[in-house]
């Protein structure tokens, strides 16, 4: 029932969406429908691998994997632009005799409609929406749950201005609804990720700020940085929610690239204990989260 959950909501975008431009097909020159679509899947798959026998420096035997699929389904006429992109990342560790777990999990869908007001101005409305797959714990303790299927997740709807230049672009809104969904009762009880003790959904509007770059920088390398800010207008608006992520990717040939991929997120709704020697709690603050990964992959582009 989650995953249908899941794909009803998004399918609710998806129609309301192309409602939204149909309503403008009057005032856009009408363009050649199947040139204006254009559908492209990525896949691509990334492993490591290390076996030891009778090493005399020590070591243990591992296996990581890490799938990640992109649908990027774009339309675009000489007065609009509307971009969908669907991400999904999953990644598993197998070390020594140890349960197999999961290193990474994530799904991201945007859709984002761009109407052009000038050269380089557009009019915009924005939905994002982040959350992963499976239950999420802190390792080595594999018997609290800190995560599961929406929960956390986050939901931004934007309405507002858009900025394009060739190599990077910008979105500015001043009227933003981000809603945080904690689903799972235990998470939800305890009052995890900013909703109240017993709620499930918490729910605030302020202003949103997204900046993206994407350059090849030198031969076969590229950078692609995003950077996503929110302030709530009614919930101490000088807090200012960060998440970041940058990934340098270089080509090897058609089928393999390597990726360097960064993620910086600072979220004030999100606390983090930190106890003493003797078990005290001494902070429960919100702290800079960071994840690295490199990876070696494999791709299929269609």
Excluded at 32 to 60: H, M, N, R, V
Excluded at 105 to 132: G, P, R, V
Excluded at 152 to 170: C, M, W
Excluded at 221 to 227: A, F, G, H, M
Aim: charged share 25%; aromatic share 18%.
């Amino acid at each position: 029932m989650k995953f249908k959950s899941f794909f009803l909501i998004i399918s609710f975008v998806v129609v309301n969406f192309y409602c939204f431009a149909e309503n403008d097909k009057d005032t856009i020159v009408k363009t050649d429908t199947l040139k204006a679509w254009k559908i492209k899947s990525i896949t691509s798959l990334s492993f490591g691998q290390t076996s030891y026998k009778y090493w005399s420096q020590g070591g243990e035997n591992s296996l990581t994997s890490i799938a990640n699929q992109k649908i990027i389904v774009k339309h675009r006429t000489k007065k609009s632009v509307w971009d969908n992109n669907f991400e999904a990342v999953y990644g598993i560790m197998k070390q020594g005799e140890r349960k197999l777990i999961k290193t990474d999990d994530k799904f991201e869908f945007t859709s984002n409609y761009s109407y052009k007001a000038s050269e380089k101005w557009f009019y915009n409305a924005m939905i994002n929406l982040k959350s992963q797959f499976t239950e999420g714990f802190k390792y080595p303790n594999d018997s609290t749950v800190v995560s599961d299927f929406f929960s956390p997740a986050q939901l931004i709807t934007s309405f507002g201005f858009e900025h394009k230049q060739r190599h990077y672009y910008f979105i500015f809104s001043v009227l933003t609804g981000k809603t945080t969904f904690v689903t799972n009762t235990l998470l939800s009880d305890a009052g995890a990720y900013g909703v109240d003790k017993g709620k499930k959904i918490k729910a605030g509007v302020g202003s949103f700020i997204k900046f993206v770059y994407k350059k090849e920088v030198v031969q076969n390398v590229e950078l692609n940085s995003r950077l996503e800010l929110f302030s709530d207008y009614f919930n101490k608006p000088e807090y200012v929610d960060v998440y970041w992520e940058v990934m340098i990717k270089m080509k090897i040939n058609k089928f393999m690239y390597a990726a360097i991929n960064t993620n910086l997120i600072y979220d004030y709704d999100t606390k983090f204990i930190v106890k003493d020697n003797a078990g005290n709690i001494i902070s429960n603050d919100a702290k800079v989260q960071f994840k690295e990964a490199f990876a070696l992959a494999f791709t299929i582009d269609i």
